[in-house]
């Protein structure tokens, strides 16, 4: 999960755009959980909210 919103953080914080934000689908499984909260600092650092959307199976 962090590859990709490593990614979307490198497009997203040059942008000059009057709204970024993140979508961010998942499964809500991940294996590099640090990184992906360290990238979260980031994104608020930028000012890019990151909209969660989490899929499960009851």
């Known amino acids: 999960m962090a590859k990709g919103l490593r990614q979307a953080l490198n497009l997203l914080k040059n942008e000059n755009m009057s709204i ?4 961010l689908f998942t ?3 991940t ?13 608020a650092s ?5 909209t ?4 499960v199976r009851g």
């Open 20 to 23: 970024r934000r993140a979508l």
């Open 27 to 29: 499964d809500g499984h």
């Open 31 to 43: 294996v590099d959980e640090h990184e992906c909260r360290e990238l979260a600092q980031q994104f």
């Open 46 to 50: 930028n000012n890019i909210p990151i």
């Open 52 to 55: 969660l959307l989490a899929i």
